[in-house]
């Protein structure tokens, strides 16, 4: 393990690198999840301190993008062992859409991802932003903005045939909202907002005539129909 020590960046005082907060300000350390354990270690440390497990982003030059933010150069860099590209300036991330959904899918790997990214720095109130609309750093056209999961909070710039854009922090804050069961929650709001309108949609039809001289009439044209879409759905969201 490390046995060299660090700088506290709020007050100064040395501080050991495998330390998550200053012994002497009780400043909170920049820090990162273990990749094995997803225990949290400093950015400076080489090793996790509870496991032994290795952390380190790896840089490999130009990625030949630009930031969409900042129009920075994106860097390209291996974190975690998956490739991406990083802007240096605000912090942001470009991340190919089928590696993501793949991320997204195995534990392991979210956990090693996020072993290799930086912890939560925010502090104070976050701010709100305007909303505006950001190119694709492939193929230039405006990105769509989407609420990843519906219910994580969490704004992300999308191209249906490239990728996803991170601002800084938010995809470490998106693989920890997988963590923790936020797609399974998702996909349960879902289910229910699907049977609530199939209640609706059958409710609202009238009911059928007591006169039987009249033809009684049907439920409604196409019920029949939208309670099998509706079902269908729900059975696609269940897989």
């Known amino acids: 393990m490390e046995t060299q020590t660090i700088r506290c960046c709020s007050c100064g005082a040395p501080i050991p690198v495998d330390a998550i907060q200053c012994p002497f300000c009780q400043s909170q350390a920049a820090t990162v999840a273990c990749p094995k354990c997803l225990g949290m270690v400093s950015v400076a440390a ?16 130009p990625s030949g993008l630009k930031c969409p933010e900042c129009k920075s150069a994106l860097v390209q860099a291996s974190v975690g062992g998956v490739d991406l590209s990083q802007c240096h300036r605000c912090g942001g991330v470009w991340l190919d859409r089928g590696l993501f959904e793949r991320i997204a899918a195995d534990r392991e790997e ?12 925010t502090k104070g109130a976050v701010e709100v932003e305007a909303i505006h609309y950001r190119p694709c750093p492939e193929c230039s056209r405006m990105m769509n903005r989407t609420n990843y999961g ?5 704004i992300l710039d999308t191209c249906k045939d490239h990728g996803l854009w991170f601002d800084k922090d938010e995809l470490r804050r998106v693989l920890e909202f997988i963590q923790k069961g936020g797609l399974d929650k998702s996909r349960e709001r879902q289910i229910q907002e699907l049977e609530d309108k199939k209640r609706l949609a059958v409710a609202s039809q009238p009911l059928p005539s007591l006169d039987w001289d009249v033809p009684a009439k049907p439920h409604g044209p196409g019920l029949l129909d939208l309670i099998n879409v509706l079902d269908g759905l729900v059975d696609l969201i269940r897989r």
């Not at 080489?46 to 030059?61: R, S």
């Not at 956990?111 to 930086?118: I, M, Q």
């Open 46 to 61: 080489k090793h996790c301190p509870h496991c032994g497990g290795a952390v380190n982003v790896q840089e490999h030059g």
């Open 110 to 121: 979210r956990g090693t991802v996020l072993g290799a990214l930086p912890g939560d720095q």
């Open 150 to 154: 519906r219910i994580s909070g969490i």
